[in-house]
């Protein structure tokens, strides 16, 4: 049985304020958990159905809690509980001037929809693309939508929370690591040199790359639309913000 | 002020039952509803405030009902309504065997979520995909969140509900049209061969692309994973539905 207490806890850490302040977050499911089960991240508490307990070899270090699928919803994130909740540790990186050294490396100037970041993040670690850089104003990387889109990846895959102006200034002095940025007058993806290592700024889902950015961006990119309407007369305005990402990642990788 | 009838009858159209009945669907925000009003969709009906019918040119032949932000609120399928709800006709497309001559065509083999199939539809869209082909299972491309998710490219795309199975078999016949299917045991697609002309099949979010399809499949595709993880000790393991579409469709068109 689930306390009171218990139940207050765990919801409270779908706040912001309170994962800062207790400096843990939640993630969910059959399919996730076993997953950071197995990473580095530090598994505090698990709440979760009999079976799953049973077919899951779990340290002695966590505390747990055998409870029904109808407790498991009072506590849970998702529109339908999936046997299994777990309280973790969130990890603290620290970036090191080293760090992004011959690497490729997203930086996302107010990314502000938690699907949309979770699955950049798990874009990322799919194209080996082990850090990911993102303005104050970007979406908690902790936040629940956030885990569960990550499928994981949350994981594997480093995310910092910087002052970009900051951050990007420091880099353009370093012509080795290129300012990528996608913005329409941009030159086409497809047959623009890449570099196997720089950084890739991806702009907010309806404004873009900020003014104050774009200045600090180096080489502007695009992808080119194949739309048979004309500009006028209807067509897509611009791509999601994860498919730009998952699209230039490609390019980037596939060379 | 709007009557108890129309709020029951607008909230009614976000269930599939009764959009299919009266053969409507509703669309919402100051940015879709104009790119709608200038489409050959038909809109029936529009629920605005003042200030959106005052700035929007708007035919005669359409309803209009000028209402508060508030009023809107008890309409809406969005978290927080947006100017303007269009009740508009949904378009009856018919599939001919010529249609998809000298075309890429996307398939859709059972994909579920709302916000994948939106922004399926506006890939399409961005890639000159005039044609999406869906399986009975997949989400109803006039669901509210698929048409949010669109982003108004539901007035662009001709989406057709059909039984996969007997379409793909009829197109196996066809050299012309290959049938490319993502599966994980697929060739690089970054070094194969791709026509300009075929069929491109999606498979569902969780399971890919059932059995039975996969027979039907003439050239298995797939996307390599970059991951610095071996397989085993954590590692994406695979993409969300929409990205690997952005992918596959940006490889075609590239070359």
New interface residues.
Partial sequence: MLSKNQIKFVNSLKQKKFREEHNLFIAEGAKIVP?LL??PIVVKQLFATSEFLRSHSISNLIERYEIKESELERISALSSANEVLAVCEIPKYELNSDDLKGKLTLVLDDIKDP?NLG?II??A????I?NIVCSHETVDSFNPKVVQAS???I??IKVYDLDLIEFLQQKTTNPQQPIYGALLEGNNI?SEKLSAEGLIVIGNESKGISEEIQKLITNKIS?P?????KSGS???????A??AT??IC??F??R
Same sequence: chains 1, 2.
Avoid: K, P, V
Avoid at 125 to 128: E, K, N, P, T
Avoid at 234 to 240: D, H, I, Q, V
């Fill in positions: 997953e197995n990473s699907g699955t798990r874009i670690d799919w194209f080996g082990e499928m994981g990846s994981s594997r497809y992808i639309s194949f739309s048979h309407y209807g067509e897509a305005e611009s791509l999601n994860a498919i998952s699209i490609s390019e990788r596939r």
